[in-house]
């Protein structure tokens, strides 16, 4: 008698999604490696007389981010564009692929909370790019950041921050914190408002509130697992047509976070009359 063995049935579309998503996987491993190596080596290697700044950080972030955004199946929607006056810009954070679609969108450096830099391969690139880590849960640290983010304004480069303090679902913006307005507000600088929105792409199960946002206790390595599989993320960027700037943080602050509201809004309205919606 011969012993039966049975198999379970081979799905070619289950294997070849789990061959795409480890193929991603190694992608992310090695621009998390070689995009802070090739940093650093770049920032060693500049003579005395070209001093290495922040603009030069985020010329190269763009470049891995861009690889990236490919490599993670994001196709760019952008409405309007970064305005060349704005030294700022502020918007709503729905998780860590922000940092990769407004890189990709134009170069500029972030102001973070600092357990961004701990998330495996994203934490590298984040670093690479100039971020300034904040310690949210420490006052005491926003004289630092307050003057790395002046110098890095003053050279030219552009920031961008998220002031509802922590990411969400997409399904509206959170209430804005005004702290980091402090500086803008002070030097005059001139704010442009931006709306980021996701959508999976058409046929792909779930919602984008889930799969693509990170928010709440979710943990990275389930989250990013999953989303190595998906095959397509529309992501939107809504950019304000103006700036805002005034000399009250808070009013400022107020002004901004309007802003961003209404560029949500537009954006939820549009998306949210096509077929496969961001949100259940």
Known sequence: ?????????????????????????????????????????????????????????????QFWALILRWNCGMR?????????????????????????????????????KSDVGGWPLLGNLARSAGTIFLNRESKMDLP???????????????????????SSDGREVLPFHSSLFEIPAKEGWRIQPA???????????????TRVCYWGDMEFVPHFRQLLRIPRIECHIRFGSGTVSGT?????????????????????EELEGGGNLGHG
């Not at 009250?248 to 537009?266: F, G, T, Y």
């Open 76 to 112: 760019m929607h952008l409405y309007g564009s970064l305005l060349p006056e704005s030294q700022v810009v502020v918007a709503n954070h729905l998780g860590y692929l922000d940092i990769l679609a407004f890189l990709a969108g134009g170069g500029m450096n972030f102001v973070s």
């Open 1 to 61: 008698h011969h012993s039966l063995t049975s198999h379970p049935p081979s799905h070619p579309k289950s294997d070849m999604a789990t061959l795409h998503s480890i193929l991603r996987f190694l992608v992310f491993v090695l621009v998390g490696l070689i995009g802070p190596l090739h940093s650093w080596l770049r920032k060693i290697s500049r003579p005395a007389s070209h001093p290495y700044s922040p603009l030069n950080h985020t010329q190269w972030a």
């Open 195 to 209: 709306a980021i929105y996701y959508v999976l792409g058409s046929g792909v199960e779930g919602h984008a509130s």
């Open 248 to 268: 009250n943080r808070k009013s400022l602050c107020a002004e901004v976070e309007k802003e961003v509201r209404e560029l949500h809004r537009q954006l939820r």
């Open 144 to 166: 630092r950041v307050m003057s790395r983010f002046s110098g890095v304004v003053e050279s030219g480069s552009r920031v961008i921050f998220f002031p509802e303090g922590t």
